[in-house]
């Protein structure tokens, strides 16, 4: 099984920031990192998919990078809007897993 | 436009058993994996099963293996989780998520179904 490492648990940023969240695999996966976006009370919205591809509608702003067992996720220009909890996931093999998600608070 | 819709979620007592269904819309159901996640109260996202276009695989986590079975009709674009013994561990929202094509990712996610297994 792979487990994925997320980190940080936690941010609080202003609007305008930068904002960057880690995860790292325990097995080498390629590029099958995926990015999850899930507000208060919603369901989780694909971000980007597996190669680091936004998502159609997804803003600009959000991106990813990452081959192999280390991933990060950027969020540039941070909004107001965009708080919730991020999850990444691993697509590569069963159980699919993600990571435990970070909350991003805004200042 | 792509449309997941859960039921058959409930209040159960430990041991018990429960069928969920997902319906789907918007696409071709029948081309696609579907999965079952599931998010207990408070917590992170769990991948829980999976199940070919074709039924002609499935897999499940650990923590569900030989008590949880996921199924799908096509004819009526429906996709099932047969839920056996259940535990207070289970209770949580449960989602219903389509794949990407020939990919693992979960693209469309419905609205969920709360179990809650409790005496």
């Known amino acids: 099984e792979t487990t994925v490492t997320q980190s940080p648990a936690s941010l609080s940023m202003a609007v305008g920031e930068k904002v960057s969240i880690s995860c790292k695999t325990s097995?080498?996966?390629?590029?099958?990192m995926s990015w999850y976006q899930q507000k208060s009370g919603e369901v989780p919205k694909l971000l980007i998919s597996e190669g680091n591809t936004l998502r159609p509608g997804v803003p600009s702003r959000f991106s990813s990078s990452g081959y192999g067992t280390d991933f990060v996720f950027t969020i540039n220009n941070v909004l107001l809007g965009d708080e919730g909890i991020y999850y990444c996931?691993?697509?590569?093999?069963?159980?699919?897993?993600f990571g435990s998600g970070t909350k991003l608070e805004i200042k | 436009e792509v449309q997941l819709v859960e039921s058959g979620g409930g209040l159960v007592k430990p041991g018990s058993s429960l069928t969920l269904s997902c319906v789907a819309s918007g696409f071709t159901f029948s081309s696609y994996g579907m999965h079952w996640i599931r998010q207990a109260p408070k917590k992170g996202l769990e991948w829980i099963a999976l199940i070919y276009y074709d039924s002609s695989n499935k897999y499940y986590a650990d923590s569900v293996k030989g008590r949880f079975t996921i199924s799908r009709d096509n004819s009526k674009n429906t996709l099932y989780l047969e839920m056996n013994s259940l535990r207070s561990e289970d209770t949580a929202m449960y989602y219903c998520?389509?794949?990407?094509?020939?990919?693992?990712?979960?693209?469309?996610w419905g609205p969920g179904t709360m179990v809650t297994v409790s005496s």
């Open positions: 996931q691993q697509s590569d093999n069963v159980p699919f897993t």
């Open positions: 097995t080498d996966i390629d590029d099958d």
């Open positions: 998520a389509k794949s990407g094509l020939g990919t693992w990712y979960f693209d469309f």
